[in-house]
């Protein structure tokens, strides 16, 4: 199939880092736990456009660092 972006409004806490799963609603029960910083190593992107067609050229991803951890 055709691989394309889609546009998902995240949150940012001390927990960690969320999604809203409607809309940009900030809502505790809208939101779903994506990432913990203390297990994860961050990288920054500076060509997301030319290397993975990316909507904008800059942009971040997280990796976490134990096995099992949070996808």
Do not use: M
Request: charged letters at 25%; aromatic letters at 16%.
């Amino acid at each position: 199939g055709k691989k394309s972006w889609k546009k998902i409004y995240f949150l940012l806490r001390r927990s960690g880092l969320y999604f809203s799963t409607k809309g940009t609603s900030k809502e505790p029960r809208h939101l779903q736990f994506f990432s913990e910083f203390g297990n994860s190593d961050i990288y920054v992107s500076l060509a997301g456009k030319k290397k993975h067609g990316a909507p904008t050229n800059y942009g971040f991803c997280f990796k976490p660092n134990k096995a099992g951890g949070p996808r």
